[in-house]
Each structure stands twice: as C-alpha cells, then as structure tokens.
C-alpha cells in the first residue's frame, strides 16, 4: 500500500511539472498555438520513462491533453497531441533502454551520440508527426504549413531530450558532489563567467544591439570548462543556463539570434544550443571516460599494492576494505569467504568509517552466514557478478533491512572475489545515501575481485606447498622406516632419521655419496649399479614398485636382512628414486620362532587322545589332527572344509551347522553334544566345543575346537537317570504312607482331646457350684491345654501341608483381602485394636487363602505382642521395589532383640511364655513358608521397646493379570 501511495503520488506530481513546462514552452509558441521551439516536457517525459518505467504514461497523456485543450484546438485534436507526446516518450525511452544503457547513456561518446540520435532526433518525429496532423485534419492548422510547423515542432522537442534531459538524467542518477573548499570557488568562478559570457553574447551587456557582431562561440570556452572540470553535472547545469539566458536576449531582441520573426530566432539559438550540448556532452563523457579508466588503474595499483604488502588473505582485506571505501566514499564494507563444506558464505572481516556508527549492523553480519542467492553477498554468488541495490531497505533480497534501517544504510554493492569460474568470496559496500547503480564502477571492482582471487589463490597454492614441505618433512623426520632418495646418477640427496639409526651414519656424511658405497654390500653393487643403468636405458624396471627382501650393509660393515621398495619419485627432468628400507631381523626372527612353535603346537595337537581341529573365520575347516582320520577312516582331503558333515549323525547334521553358522556369525562359542559316524559304521556320542581366537581389535582369526568321546559318560548317565526313577517312585510311595499316617495320627491325637474337652464342658456347666473354685480353677488348665494342644496339631498339619502342595499363583487384590481379615477378626477391631491402612495397595501376584493366613498371623501377633495396658496400634502400607511390592506391619509392641529376629520364623522357637503371652511357635514359620512358595520373603527390622515393623515381598501382578481384567 505504501508503494502504490508513493507511485500515486510520483504520477501527480509528474503530471503536474509537464503541465507547468508546457503551458511555459506554449507561451513562446509563435508559428502555431500549439507548436513552440521550446518545448521542455519531452525531456522531462523521457527521463520519467527511463526512471520509473512505461507505467508513468498516464500522467503524460493526462498533462499533454491538458496543456493542450487549454491551450488551443479541440477535444479530438488535444487528445492527438497527448497520444503523440506520449508515443514519442515511450518510444524514445525503449530505445535508450535498448540501445543506448538507459539512465546510463551519458557515461561513453558512443552512447552520448546514440542517445542523441535515438531520443533526440528520430523519437521527436512522432510527436511532431501526429500532433501537427491532428491540428491539420482539425482545422487548426493549414496544411500549406505542415513544413514549417512540423520543423519548429521537432526541433523544440529534440533541443529539449539534448538540453533538459541531461540536466535531469545526470543530477537523478548521480548524488550531489561533495565539493572541497577550492572545487567550490572554482564551481562560482565558473558559474561567473557563464553569466557573464552569457549575457555578453545574448544579453547585451557588453555589445549594443543592432552592432552585428556574432559572438555566440564566446560562450564555448565556460562550456568546456565546466565539462572539464566538472563533467556531465557540470556541462549539464552549464547548458541548461545558457539556454535560459539566450532564450531571454533573443525574445528581448538582444544577441546574435535575435529576428522580427520570434520563431526563426528561437530556431536558430535552438540548433545552436542543441549543437554546443551535443559537444559538451560528448566531451563531458571523454573526460569521465577517461577519469574513470584512470581511476580504475589508479585503485587496481593501490589494491594490488595492498596485496603485495599482505602476507595473508585476512591481512589484504584488511587493506583493501578501508582501501575502497575511502575512494568511493562509502561508509563501510564486509569480506565474505566461501565454506565450501557447509556451501554458505561466512564473513572474514567488518570495517567501517570512524564517523559512522553500525554496532548493530556489524554484530549481525559478523554472526550471519548466506547460502546461495539470499542477501547481497548470496545473491552474488549464485550470480557470479556484481550486484547493486540502490536502497537495500527496499529490497526484497536484504535479510538485514531491520538493522540497515536502525544504523540508516541505504545503497549497497558489492563483487565477487573470483579466480577463474571459482567464487572464492564476495566484498560489499554500503553507503548512507541512496544511489543509483553505477555499471562502470561494478566492472571496474569485478576486475578488482579478480585480482584479488588470484591473490588468495596464489596464497593458498603457497601455503599448501609450504604445508607439503612441512608435511614431507615430517613424514621423513617421524617415519619408522628408512626413507632414501637417489638421484639418476645413483647418489643420496635425502636421508632421514630411520635411516640414520639404521645405518649408523649421519646425514650429512652421506648426502652426495654413491648408495652403492655406502649400504649395500660389496657383491650386490654390480648388479644395483646394472639395475640403474638398464632403467636409465629401457625405462624398464623389474624391482620398481614391488616388495622385495635383501641384504644391507651397515656403517660397521655388519650384514642384516632387508625389505625393500623403490618407486620413481614423478618430476620433471632427470628421475628421483625413493627407497623404503625396513630392517626386518628381528622379523625374520619371529618368523623362526613363530614357525618351531606352529610345529611345537601341531605335535601336541597330534599326541592329544582327543580330536582337535581348527578352522578359518568363515567357518572352513583347515586342520584335524590325526586321532579324526583313525576314527573315521577317512583322509583329510576328504573331511576338510565342510567335508566333515558326512560323518555326522543324519539326525544331527542340520542342528549342527545352524549352531556352527550362529557362532560364525556371532563369535560366540560353539558347543553341542552328537555322534559320530566310526570307520566300523557305529555312532559315538561326542561333545564339541570350539573357540575363536581374536587379535586386539577383536576380530576372528580362527576358531580352534575339539571334540571329545563321551559314549560312555552317556551310558553311565543313562543308568543313573533309571535308578534316581527307581528311587523317586520308591520315595514318592513312602511319603504317601506317611502322609496317611500324619493323617491317621492327628486324627486319633484329637479325639480324646475333644473327649476331654467335651467333659469338662460338662464338668463345669453343671457341677461347678460342687466341686469349688479350686477344682474349676484345675478344670479351666486342663481344657486351655487341651484347646493349646489341639491348635498345636493343626498348625504342624498345616506346616506339613504347605510343604508338599504347589500353590496356585493368581492375581490378588490386597485391598480387598486386608479389609477382610479385619472384619473376620474382633480382636483386630475397635476398640480392642487400631489398625492403619494405608492404600493403595497394588495387587500382587499370589495364592488369596495362604495370603489370608499369613496377613491373619501377623496382624494377630501385632495386636498380641503390646506391653500390659497400652492399646495395639498397627500401621499397614506398601511401596514399591523394582518389579515387587513389599507390604509393612508396624506395631508398637514390646519388640525383639536384634539376635533373635531370625530365630522367630523357626517352628516352636518363642521368645516369652504362654502365660505372658500364649501361642504355639509356629505362625511366623508359616507366614515364611507360604511366602517363598509365592515367590517372595519375608523378614522383621524391630528394637526392643520401640516396636517392630514386619514385611512380605511378592510379585507384583502385572496389567493383564490385575483382578478383574479379564
């Protein structure tokens, strides 16, 4: 919406300016109304054209048609001259555009002459064409005069795109100079002189009228001058005045073009101002030309001084930023440099002018990185050339428009920093002011960033050499091996430490010396002095490049075995050769040693009773020792490989490479039990283990096995196996007879205490009053004795019971089986007990009736084992351990001393009387039992006086085993 109100506003006020122009230039019309020698609105449309593009038409045509119906003519003939005024603006802008660099027109002769002819000359046509034929076939014009009126028509078009165009074009495109204190006397001294110049030929001033004198040519020399001195801004200023001025002498009668006929006289000055312009523009344009090739050698010396000076890339663009800036007059600049591996453009470095102040500006571009096409700096790259953005807070292609607009920068430009088609890096610029793109000035910096890139690539061909030699140097200095280069002629020109202590000599006492003479033996110099010669001959060489083993020769004389390679260095000019030389003693040592233990290894291996066998990493057997081919009766040929499945139990074949090929592809170890296959046909049970030997990467090297005759050991297994049934049945019976006996007993043990129970009963319910207290007191002992007597039964039933039965495991829901023990039990109740619950309590995983029993046991201990008066209180929750629940009961009873926690779960073990505190001993032992045939335990932590906390730990039920999910 802002643009478009800023364009709205743009085509008003261009209307507006033609509008004022033409109703000046109509007013010196004098052969027509509607046609004048001075007619500045075609200058004025063109170079609109040119800025803002064909889209301003609406404006011109608007303002001609005015200008013109309010002039003179009609409707229909106003509306003819718009169209021609318009035509001729739109034409000659897509011609300069074309033809001619568009706003740039003015910078080359060439252009300058091309601009002239092509917007001057042949675009004015249409305008006079179709407006004077307007007028004609209207009636405003006779057509015996199209002639003269159509000339006074061009020509006042054309003086205006040669004479006001400039003006307009040059002081748009370029930003007002800077002038220094002595350019700006000389700016009035010159300004003087137009003046006076001017008015002298065309005023009057100095020469009467009517004195026939012609001086219009005094008014070059300020012309030229100007051009000179100030170029096209200059020139351009200049010819614009002495227009005015001449205009005015000629209609005040003064000067040498002055007539009775207005007309001639305007067209004559016309031609004559058209003719001076056209000199100073093309002169004008000379000395720009000329200036800027001289500028662009000028900062081309400076930036490759600056590169001469610079011993780094980062060192030049810390030259070459201020460098530019100080010449053009912009306030700051950035170095980019490609990051090949991330594909983004990072920056190197930041400077800008001290009077000028981009903190903010500067912390983003230091922390920003650009891939291709995005910013300036992306843009430019993906691009490969020159960028300029005349405002950058209007780009569409500025991520950093918010920081532009705090430190107020508008215009920006930048180059690529190239060697050959390679973007090395970008530099860009950015001035305060807004301005117009300037080509010259980007092909000038192309060139720059060229040499530039081959600056930086001339620095890194110098470092990577330099990191060469280093490297080079290093790997002679740190090699293990002896590394020797010799020349052509068979002399040492390198020799590095490896091969000093190697050799025993320095370097410096071998450098130039023949190799022959110094480590090779004296009855292999021969044939090394042949070898050389035959390959400086033939280029051929049978030992170059290959691995070869030989004898060398030590400073002392002493002999040693040798590994040699030689290559051929690649150089230009007579061939280097490289020899990498291993002493290789304590090698061929090894190998010795390595080959009496291979044959140590293999004669045990052949003495063992056992079968012993080894095999490569893929699993193919390579090794049986001789015990394989006596039990098989088959040769090794045969078995070797995977050969060894034919001896193996058809039954067992395909189990036992399944197994084999998962340790191959595991490295676990192999083991499995299977038969053999004996030379006489019948199968042996055997155990086969194998190993895999690893080197200290961990990698298989080879798998070592062997395999063991277990027949008789299956036999003997065999035979225990049928007596433990034997026995196990026998036992099985035997504890079934003593199971019914159990039974038998605890029956006939409690029938003559429910006899006894039962008679005392009756004892006490109807003779009690009889016998006296002393006898019921004897009475009441002997029926608690006999209910204690009867309990004891029962519980040692139950104990026996639990260890023979397999409990069914289920989920339980402890909430549910808490709350019903407490209703079961009145001594658990208020106001007998207090009892705590605390939920939740998960569900485990367990058997509810002895889960029952042994929560029953302990609540009833908690309540029962409490110092005399002091009411029972017990505390009940669960928490979670890993994959159990483990359920608390803390009471505040009497306690148990730390030495008999353990003791307290044993069956009869009690710590205090029946009178004080009654019972039969076994209920903890029951509350164990039945908890470890659930899967858990079951413990105490407890201090005399201070209560005691017991627990159970069971399974927890997992979700598709809670209760109730069926």
Same mark, same amino acid.
């Given at each position: 919406?802002k643009?478009?109100f ?6 008003a006020?261009l209307a ?10 109509l007013s010196?019309a004098?052969?027509n109304?509607?046609a ?10 063109l170079?609109a ?14 303002a ?7 002039t003179?003519?009609?409707f229909?003939t ?5 169209a021609?005024?318009?035509l ?8 300069v555009?074309?033809?001619a660099?568009g706003?740039?027109?003015?910078n080359?002769?060439?252009?300058v002459?091309?601009f ?5 000359m042949?675009?004015t046509?249409v ?5 004077l034929?307007s ?6 014009s ?12 061009w020509?006042?078009n ?6 006001v165009?400039p ?9 007002y ?20 110049f001017?008015?002298t ?6 020469i ?11 008014v070059?020399?300020p012309l030229?001058?100007a051009?000179w ?9 200049v ?6 001025i001449?205009?005015?002498g ?10 009775? $006929? ?9 031609i004559?101002m058209a ?32 590169l001469?000076e ?6 030049a ?22 990051d090949?591996h991330?594909?983004?453009?990072r ?5 800008h002018?001290?009077s ?17 096409g995005?910013g ?7 691009r490969?050339e020159?960028?300029? #953005? ?7 292609n500025?991520?950093?428009i918010?920081m532009?607009?705090r430190?107020?920068?508008h215009a ?7 060697a050959?088609?390679?973007i090395l890096?970008v ?6 002011n ?5 080509? $010259? ?13 081959q600056?930086?690539?001339?620095k ?21 091996d002896c590394i020797?280069?010799m ?26 010396r023949?190799m022959?003479?110094? #480590? ?5 110099r ?6 050389? +010669? ?5 280029g051929?060489?049978?030992?170059l ?5 030989m ?5 002392d ?10 290559t051929?260095i ?6 280097l050769?490289?020899g990498?030389?291993? $002493?290789?003693t ?11 233990? +291979? ?9 063992m009773?056992?079968?012993?066998f080894t095999?490569?990493? $893929?699993?193919?057997?390579d ?5 394989w ?7 090794f ?12 139990h058809?039954?067992?074949v395909?189990e ?18 299977h038969?053999f ?5 019948l199968?042996r049970?055997h ?5 895999a030997?690893r080197?200290?990467?961990?990698q ?13 050991q299956?036999r003997a297994?065999?035979?225990?196996e049928?007596?433990v049934?034997?026995r196990?049945?026998?036992l ?5 007879d003593?199971?019914a006996?159990s039974?038998?007993?605890?029956h ?8 006894m ?8 319910e ?6 006296g207290?002393?006898?019921n007191g ?12 009867d309990?004891?039964i029962?519980?040692v ?7 023979? #039965? ?8 402890m ?20 009892i705590r ?5 998960p569900?485990v995983l ?7 029993q042994s929560?029953?046991n302990?609540?009833?201990n908690?309540?029962?084992f409490?110092?005399?008066?002091v ?5 009940v929750w669960a928490?979670?351990k890993?994959d159990?629940i483990?359920?608390y009961?803390?009471?505040?009873g009497?306690?148990?001393?730390p030495?008999?926690?353990?003791? #307290? ?5 009690r710590?205090?009387s029946?009178?004080d505190?009654?019972?039969t001993?076994?209920?903890? +032992? ?13 413990g105490?932590e407890?201090?005399?006086g ?14 598709l085993?809670?209760?109730?999910s069926?």
């Amino acid at each position: 919406m802002k643009r478009h109100f800023h364009f709205i506003t743009i085509l008003a006020v261009l209307a507006a300016v033609y509008f004022l122009a033409g109703k000046f230039g109509l007013s010196l019309a004098f052969i027509n109304a509607s046609a004048t020698a001075v007619w500045p609105p075609t200058g004025i449309a063109l170079v609109a054209v040119l800025f803002w593009g064909y889209r301003v038409w609406p404006a011109i045509f608007l303002a001609a048609f005015l200008v013109n119906f309010t002039t003179a003519g009609s409707f229909a003939t106003s509306l003819g001259i718009a169209a021609g005024n318009t035509l001729e603006a739109l034409l000659g802008g897509w011609l300069v555009n074309r033809y001619a660099q568009g706003t740039d027109a003015l910078n080359q002769p060439k252009t300058v002459f091309k601009f002239v002819l092509l917007a001057g000359m042949l675009s004015t046509m249409v305008s006079a064409t179709l407006g004077l034929a307007s007028l004609s076939l209207g009636g405003f014009s006779p057509w015996a005069n199209f002639g003269s009126i159509w000339l006074t028509w061009w020509i006042g078009n054309l003086v205006s795109n040669i004479v006001v165009a400039p003006l307009l074009l040059v002081w748009r495109v370029r930003p007002y100079p800077r002038l220094k204190p002595s350019q700006a006397f000389e700016a009035v001294l010159l300004f003087a002189s137009v003046i006076l110049f001017g008015q002298t030929v065309f005023g009057g001033w100095l020469i009467p009228r009517g004195s026939g004198y012609t001086l219009e040519y005094l008014v070059i020399p300020p012309l030229l001058w100007a051009a000179w001195r100030f170029g096209l801004r200059g020139a351009s200023v200049v010819i614009v005045t002495l227009s005015l001025i001449a205009i005015g002498g000629t209609l005040r009668g003064s000067g040498p073009f002055a007539r009775q $006929d207005h007309n001639t006289g305007l067209l004559l000055l016309q031609i004559f101002m058209a003719a001076i312009a056209l000199t100073a523009l093309v002169l004008a344009a000379v000395i720009r030309e000329r200036n800027q090739n001289l500028s662009r050698l000028t900062m081309q010396y400076a930036v490759g001084r600056a590169l001469a000076e610079s011993a780094t890339p980062a060192e030049a663009s810390r030259r070459i930023l201020p460098l530019v800036c100080s010449a053009l007059e912009w306030e700051l600049g950035a170095t980019w440099m490609v990051d090949e591996h991330a594909r983004v453009l990072r920056p190197v470095d930041f400077w800008h002018s001290p009077s000028v102040i981009v903190a903010e500006f500067e912390a983003l571009t230091r922390s920003t990185t650009f891939p291709p096409g995005v910013g300036l700096p992306g843009e430019i790259w993906a691009r490969g050339e020159s960028h300029w #953005i005349s405002d950058v807070t209007l780009s569409n292609n500025f991520p950093r428009i918010p920081m532009a607009l705090r430190n107020g920068l508008h215009a920006g430009f930048g180059f690529p920093i190239s060697a050959g088609n390679k973007i090395l890096g970008v530099m860009e610029f950015f001035s305060r002011n807004v301005r117009p793109p300037d080509q $010259d000035l980007l092909d000038t910096y192309t060139a720059i960033g060229r040499q530039i890139g081959q600056f930086i690539e001339r620095k890194q061909a110098e470092v990577a050499l330099s990191e060469s030699n280093a490297l080079k140097t290093g790997i002679l200095r740190s090699a293990l091996d002896c590394i020797i280069t010799m020349d052509q002629a068979g002399r040492i020109v390198e020799f590095n430490p490896a091969a000093e202590m190697t050799f025993g000599y320095r370097r410096d006492e071998v450098i130039g010396r023949l190799m022959a003479e110094v #480590i090779i033996p004296p009855h292999l110099r021969e044939a090394h002095t042949r070898g050389l +010669a035959r390959y400086l001959t033939t280029g051929e060489g049978p030992v170059l490049g290959k691995r070869i083993e030989m004898t060398g020769m030590r400073s002392d004389s002493t002999l040693f075995a040798l590994e040699l390679t030689i290559t051929r260095i690649e150089l230009e000019g007579p061939p280097l050769f490289a020899g990498f030389m291993r $002493d290789i003693t304590t090698v061929k040592q090894a190998e010795a040693a390595l080959r009496q233990s +291979a044959e140590r290894l293999r004669f045990m291996a052949e003495s063992m009773p056992q079968k012993i066998f080894t095999a490569k990493p $893929d699993g193919t057997v390579d090794y049986f020792n001789q015990q394989w081919t006596a039990f098989t009766g088959l040769p090794f040929e045969q078995i070797r490989g995977w050969g060894w499945t034919q001896f193996i139990h058809p039954d067992e074949v395909a189990e036992n490479v399944r197994r084999w090929r998962h340790s191959l592809e595991t490295g676990d170890p192999f083991q499995m039990e299977h038969r053999f296959r004996r030379a006489d046909g019948l199968y042996r049970w055997h155990l086969s283990r194998a190993h895999a030997l690893r080197d200290d990467t961990g990698q298989v090297l080879m798998w070592i096995g062997s395999d063991t005759d277990i027949e008789d050991q299956k036999r003997a297994e065999q035979n225990l196996e049928r007596v433990v049934a034997e026995r196990t049945a026998k036992l099985q019976e035997t504890i079934g007879d003593l199971e019914a006996f159990s039974y038998s007993i605890s029956h006939d043990l409690r029938a003559p205490l429910r006899s006894m129970t039962g008679y005392i009963r009756i004892i006490q319910e109807d003779f009690s009053d009889k016998v006296g207290p002393t006898v019921n007191g004897y009475l009441t002992r002997i029926s608690t004795a006999a209910a204690r007597m009867d309990k004891l039964i029962q519980d040692v039933l139950t104990l026996s019971r639990m260890a023979r #039965i397999n409990l069914q495991l289920q989920p339980v829901d402890m909430e549910k089986l808490f709350r019903g023990v407490l209703d079961v039990y009145p001594n658990l109740q208020p106001p007998h007990a207090e009892i705590r619950i605390e939920s939740p309590l998960p569900p485990v995983l367990g058997n509810e009736a002895a889960l029952t029993q042994s929560i029953s046991n302990l609540l009833g201990n908690a309540v029962k084992f409490v110092a005399p008066g002091v009411l029972p209180q017990v505390r009940v929750w669960a928490q979670e351990k890993g994959d159990c629940i483990r359920f608390y009961f803390q009471d505040n009873g009497i306690g148990i001393a730390p030495d008999h926690q353990e003791r #307290i779960f044993n069956m009869f073990e009690r710590l205090h009387s029946t009178t004080d505190y009654p019972g039969t001993g076994i209920g903890l +032992a029951i509350v164990r039992k039945s908890v470890e045939l659930m899967g858990g335990k079951a413990g105490v932590e407890s201090e005399p006086g201070k209560g005691s906390t017991f627990w159970l730990e069971l399974n927890r039920a997992t979700p598709l085993e809670t209760p109730g999910s069926g």
